[in-house]
């Protein structure tokens, strides 16, 4: 008999997110669906400029995400039961151009949050939050929303080489958008000698939050990530959070396209997810997966890791 909560091959059956049922992102099927959480992968690096590749990521994320079942131990809940969390595939990437590819993923992520499902991109280089972003701004014009952002590097380059459509850039194009505010936005783990003091100036002129790797040396992951939470929270309808792969240790996460070392700990991960789980949240991403630098999986094994992680830890509140 066909067990459906848990295959004993771990590697068989369909190559979707958790093996979980793929559907097309329409908001009609969504809505008669009840889906809670959906995934959508955004296979896009036009604009890197360090190490290309991550636009193999969402399918390698998917791959190693086999090795996960529904049911999560720590938190004593099931992610399939609370979300009925379903994948809705790759969006339209249009080679070359970065704008009208964040129009379509924009358009796509508008089907979930119309059809009542939480947006979960999965990348593909760092510029796709801002399909996410963009989408909020049009479904929720009015609202003012909190924004976590886990990176070894600031990302706030106003342009690079004036193409404002680059992926040092989703915090300034999120930031210009109506319903995310820099007093409610937050970045942690930058360090090292890859943030240029401009990107250091946009922060300080808007008022963004920022603790650097050197303030969770000094007092550790937990109490960084109290104090961005209680940031991106107050006063705010909900808050959004992405995870850059390279925001982790470059000797535990390699496959990544800007490795840092120095980073935050997969375990120190884990401990942030787990705080994070107690804000509203609206929507999260994984970016910069690139599995052509990766050892045996592990950045991927990771990613999917704390997607689930981060599913789950939040499941508990709902």
């Not at 995400?65 to 249009?94: Q, R, W």
């Not at 930058?190 to 240029?196: F, Q």
């Not at 109490?223 to 959004?240: C, H, L, M, N, P």
Request: net charge negative; glycine share 8%; proline share 5%.
């Amino acid at each position: 008999m066909a067990n459906d909560t848990w295959s004993t091959v771990l590697n068989s059956g369909i190559a979707t997110f958790m093996k979980r049922p793929y559907m097309q992102p329409k908001r009609e099927l969504v809505e008669q669906s009840g889906v809670k959480a959906g995934i959508l992968g955004v296979p896009f690096d036009g604009t890197t400029i360090v190490r290309t590749g991550s636009m193999m990521g969402p399918r390698r994320f998917r791959d190693a995400s086999s090795l996960y079942i529904p049911y999560h131990l720590d938190y004593d809940v099931d992610v399939v039961e609370k979300y009925n969390v379903h994948d809705f595939g790759d969006i339209n990437v249009v080679i070359g151009n970065a704008f009208e590819t964040l129009e379509s993923g924009k358009r796509d992520v508008l089907e979930l949050l119309h059809g009542g499902a939480m947006p979960v991109l999965i990348g593909g280089e760092h510029l796709i939050t801002v399909a996410a972003t963009r989408a909020f701004e049009e479904f929720t014009p009015d609202a003012n929303y909190g924004f976590i952002l886990f990176d070894a590097h600031l990302d706030t380059a106003p342009d690079v080489g004036g193409d404002k459509w680059n992926h040092c850039c989703p915090v300034p194009r999120s930031m210009e958008l109506s319903c995310f505010n820099p007093k409610n936005s937050v970045i942690i783990g930058p360090h090292g000698s890859m943030n240029p003091k401009e990107e250091l100036n946009y922060v300080k002129e808007n008022d963004i939050s920022l603790f650097t790797m050197r303030d969770i040396y000094k007092n550790g992951i937990q109490d960084v990530v109290k104090k961005a939470i209680e940031i991106a929270s107050d006063g705010t309808d909900g808050v959004y959070i992405t995870f850059d792969m390279d925001s982790l240790e470059a000797s535990q996460t390699p496959g990544t396209c800007a490795p840092t070392p120095g980073g935050i700990t997969v375990r120190e991960m884990i401990q942030a997810i787990d705080l994070l789980g107690e804000v509203n949240l609206i929507g999260f991403d994984i970016v910069e997966i690139a599995p052509a630098y990766d050892h045996s999986d592990i950045t991927a094994i990771t990613a999917s890791r704390m997607a689930v992680d981060m599913l789950a830890s939040r499941a508990r509140y709902l």
